[in-house]
């Protein structure tokens, strides 16, 4: 039945609620055009979002060197002094390259106390009275000058003077350089454009140190920088790694106070990975990038915050390079383990466990088990992995050539992460691989034929195994497979096609426990007039199939949703395709002439129908109101049914002679009239119709009089053919109600055997 259809001119995105079965509103930023003009290649959704991957367009980053940005900012810290130190700074800058230096005084006053040159006698050869007045006021006047050395000179190793000093000397050095500026904060110099500095303090370097754009220790980092300094550390000659000056204090900017963590020193950021959408309040947004998203719900009133896609955190492009999605298409979205799971060619990578958007590592020093991982399968250069599904706790990932395996009995770390070629069933991504149960499906197309392939646990730990679930009817699905939908209760897997553009194929199946026995299956067709549109997409809702077809309708091209039964129990809604009930069903068709109009079944007039163009005659019936009808298209619903074949004690078929099919005897429950014909079994040519039956009998008491019957019954069929010259199909008639429960046969059998 017709659940709902989408609004007319179709937009490039179209979203169905599966919870309510309508179509929802749909705003999409502009900047998503190019990319869904051009197609998306895999889609999965990371808890209320949809992501979305681009066929043609490649993510990128957004590129910064902090190196460069906070290059031209260097700090000198003079820790401590000491007598007689010499205190040198290199510094250079743009234009030059020069060095000031700065001793501090000695610990001790090196002049001598000499009172050699005041007289002890007079004239007279007598003691002066003044001698020694004057001898002590020569030693109080060494005393004091001895005094005033000490507190100079402990004045002078002090980091504050110091600092000082090495100021005034850089500054009288660098005065005709407009450059760099130099300034003094307690202990530390500024240097605002200088390139590098580089300090001696003439000791073991612990009095003074300093931090430009590269250090050789981390005891080389002074403890107040500007906020946001970025610093390469150059310990040992294997790749260096880049701390960054964060605030003590959240908030504060330039010069302060700093903790020294690890950064990055080409950081990346990324641009564009896919598109993005959420649901909000019946409206489906979405938006090229998180802040585009953001955007579009800000405009809508919509207070959630959308997660932003995280920077790279350390390294570089040696010591962390950039993933492979950043220079390829994505190909393959999907989760496993809490990762999001992106695949460039056949190079899977994963991003950060429970962090989806964080696609960089922590450190450069360390691995942790929550590091993104890139593994690559060896051997898998020229293939392209387009999808993915898991079975048995495993991930199975589809490539163009082959099958991948990753174990996933253990949780995956960047230690021991593994992927491993596990099958060659070349074209088995077509259609996207479904799992049903511990099953696993997918579709395999060669030489212009498709085969359902069926993937299960093996007889031993951590292998899988496939075969064929179609092998008997190898030509039966015709064209390129393009969806695989998987329902349960009861088991189905619907295969859709290239070549069957009105309907899709249905295997059922019902295995014992453990899947170590399959008691039953069979494929069927499903399909409707063409008139009824193209079909473009299907799914499941509430063991519902729905098909989404592109029809068209009286104000333009629509996408229409139809609901498929798959209950087998009695239903009064009569056999019409996209059937619409009440007032104004019908109002909106092109093409009239396809449907009917019927009233159903348990009505006074059950099954009764006529063209819906002559749908007023039913309603000139005193008892029929327009809530009875039923509109849709009338479809074909037949079985091609198998010749019997006599069986030996061990079931095998015996094929020598020849058997005669004399008759079959066809036990139908709540059905209506149905036909068989016969024909010649390597062509159509030559129909004949053995039996065309109303199942209408005056005497059973559940037939009534202006009403079209439905009731149990047997019915025979004379069909007179040998069995392998011939072909049955067994058919309702118009819009009935046909479910078979049993075929019986009788036949003759001409045996040469001697």
């Known amino acids: 039945?017709?659940?709902?259809?989408?609004?007319?001119?179709?937009?490039?995105?179209?979203?169905?609620?599966?919870?309510?079965?309508?179509?929802?509103?749909?705003?999409?930023?502009?900047?998503?055009?190019?990319?869904?003009?051009?197609?998306?290649?895999?889609?999965?959704?990371?808890?209320?979002?949809?992501?979305?991957?681009?066929?043609?367009?490649?993510?990128?980053?957004?590129?910064?060197?902090?190196?460069?940005?906070?290059?031209?900012?260097?700090?000198?810290?003079?820790?401590?002094?000491?007598?007689?130190?010499?205190?040198?700074?290199?510094?250079?800058?743009?234009?030059?390259?020069?060095?000031?230096?700065?001793?501090?005084?000695?610990?001790?006053?090196?002049?001598?106390?000499?009172?050699?040159?005041?007289?002890?006698?007079?004239?007279?050869?007598?003691?002066?009275?003044?001698?020694?007045?004057?001898?002590?006021?020569?030693?109080?006047?060494?005393?004091?000058?001895?005094?005033?050395?000490?507190?100079?000179?402990?004045?002078?190793?002090?980091?504050?003077?110091?600092?000082?000093?090495?100021?005034?000397?850089?500054?009288?050095?660098?005065?005709?350089?407009?450059?760099?500026?130099?300034?003094?904060?307690?202990?530390?110099?500024?240097?605002?454009?200088?390139?590098?500095?580089?300090?001696?303090?003439?000791?073991?370097?612990?009095?003074?140190?300093?931090?430009?754009?590269s250090v050789e220790d981390l005891d080389e980092l002074t403890r107040l920088h500007w906020a946001g300094k970025t610093v390469r550390v150059l310990i040992t000659d294997a790749d260096p790694y880049y701390v960054k000056a964060e605030p003590k204090i959240e908030g504060k900017t330039g010069f302060t106070e700093v903790v020294w963590r690890e950064g990055a020193g080409r950081e990346y950021t990324p641009n564009f990975l896919f598109l993005i959408g959420a649901v909000r309040n019946g409206t489906f947004y979405l938006g090229a990038d998180p802040d585009d998203l953001q955007e579009l719900l800000d405009d809508a009133g919509d207070d959630s915050v959308v997660p932003k896609y995280l920077p790279s955190s350390a390294g570089d492009e040696d010591s962390s390079p950039l993933p492979e999605i950043f220079s390829r298409q994505i190909n393959y979205l999907g989760i496993f383990q809490d990762r999001l799971v992106m695949v460039a060619g056949a190079t899977v990578f994963m991003s950060r466990s429970g962090d989806y958007f964080n696609l960089f590592r922590k450190s450069v020093l360390s691995i942790d088990p929550d590091d993104p991982i890139e593994i690559y399968a060896l051997g898998a250069e020229d293939d392209y992995i387009r999808a993915g599904s898991m079975i048995d706790r495993n991930f199975v990932l589809f490539g163009d050539r082959q099958q991948y395996y990753i174990n996933g009995r253990e949780p995956m770390t960047p230690n021991n992460a593994f992927i491993a070629v596990m099958s060659a069933y070349d074209g088995a991504t077509d259609a996207t691989p479904q799992s049903l149960g511990s099953l696993l499906f997918f579709t395999q197309y060669r030489g212009g034929r498709t085969a359902l392939m069926q993937m299960q646990t093996g007889n031993f730990s951590d292998t899988l195994e496939a075969f064929s679930a179609s092998q008997q009817v190898s030509t039966y699905l015709k064209g390129?497979?393009?969806?695989?939908?998987?329902?349960?209760?009861?088991?189905?897997?619907?295969?859709?096609?290239?070549?069957?553009?009105?309907?899709?194929?249905?295997?059922?199946?019902?295995?014992?426990?453990?899947?170590?026995?399959?008691?039953?299956?069979?494929?069927?067709?499903?399909?409707?007039?063409?008139?009824?549109?193209?079909?473009v997409a299907l799914t499941e809702r509430n063991n519902k199939i729905v098909a989404f077809t592109l029809r068209e309708m009286q104000d333009g091209y629509s996408l229409v949703a139809d609901e498929f039964s798959r209950d087998s129990d009695p239903d009064p809604v009569p056999c019409l395709d996209s059937w619409q009930s009440g007032p104004d069903s019908g109002n909106n068709v092109v093409h009239s002439e396809a449907y009917w109009a019927v009233l159903p079944g348990g009505h006074q007039r059950q099954y009764f129908g006529t063209e819906l163009a002559d749908k007023g005659r039913l309603l000139n019936y005193a008892d029929v109101d327009e809530y009875d009808i039923f509109v849709g298209v009338?479809?074909?619903?037949?079985?091609?049914?198998?010749?019997?074949?006599?069986?030996?004690?061990?079931?095998?078929?015996?094929?020598?002679?020849?058997?005669?099919?004399?008759?079959?005897l066809i036990s139908v429950a709540n059905s209506g009239a149905l036909t068989v014909d016969r024909w010649q079994k390597e062509s159509m040519e030559d129909v004949e119709r053995v039996l065309d039956l109303t199942n209408w009998r005056l005497n059973d008491s559940r037939v009534l009089l202006g009403a079209v019957p439905v009731r149990d019954g047997q019915h025979r069929a004379f069909i007179g053919r040998e069995i392998r010259e011939h072909r049955l199909r067994i058919a309702a008639k118009w819009w009935l109600p046909l479910t078979i429960t049993t075929i019986e046969w009788q036949g003759q059998v001409f045996s040469n055997r001697r």
């Open 634 to 664: 009338p479809y074909p619903a037949y079985v091609d049914i198998t010749s019997p074949y006599r069986r030996d004690r061990q079931g095998v078929a015996i094929l020598d002679g020849r058997m005669t099919l004399s008759s079959i």
């Open 480 to 535: 390129r497979p393009i969806q695989i939908v998987a329902a349960s209760n009861p088991q189905n897997i619907i295969v859709r096609t290239e070549d069957n553009a009105n309907g899709f194929y249905v295997f059922a199946f019902l295995d014992a426990p453990g899947q170590t026995e399959r008691y039953f299956d069979s494929w069927s067709r499903w399909e409707w007039d063409e008139r009824l549109g193209t079909l």
């Open 1 to 213: 039945w017709v659940g709902e259809s989408s609004p007319p001119q179709t937009p490039a995105v179209i979203v169905y609620n599966k919870e309510t079965g309508v179509f929802l509103n749909v705003v999409v930023s502009s900047k998503c055009t190019p990319i869904t003009t051009g197609g998306v290649s895999s889609a999965t959704n990371v808890g209320q979002y949809l992501l979305f991957s681009s066929k043609h367009y490649a993510p990128s980053v957004d590129t910064v060197d902090k190196m460069a940005e906070t290059g031209d900012k260097g700090v000198v810290w003079v820790r401590s002094g000491e007598y007689s130190r010499t205190y040198s700074l290199t510094i250079r800058t743009p234009n030059s390259t020069k060095s000031v230096e700065y001793t501090t005084m000695k610990s001790y006053y090196d002049e001598v106390l000499d009172t050699s040159d005041i007289p002890i006698l007079d004239s007279d050869d007598a003691v002066r009275q003044e001698y020694q007045k004057e001898v002590n006021d020569r030693v109080n006047e060494y005393n004091g000058k001895v005094n005033q050395h000490l507190a100079d000179a402990n004045a002078d190793i002090q980091p504050q003077s110091i600092a000082q000093k090495l100021l005034e000397a850089a500054q009288a050095a660098f005065s005709g350089d407009g450059s760099v500026s130099f300034s003094r904060s307690n202990t530390h110099i500024l240097m605002d454009g200088a390139t590098a500095v580089l300090a001696d303090d003439g000791g073991d370097g612990n009095a003074m140190v300093a931090t430009g754009e």
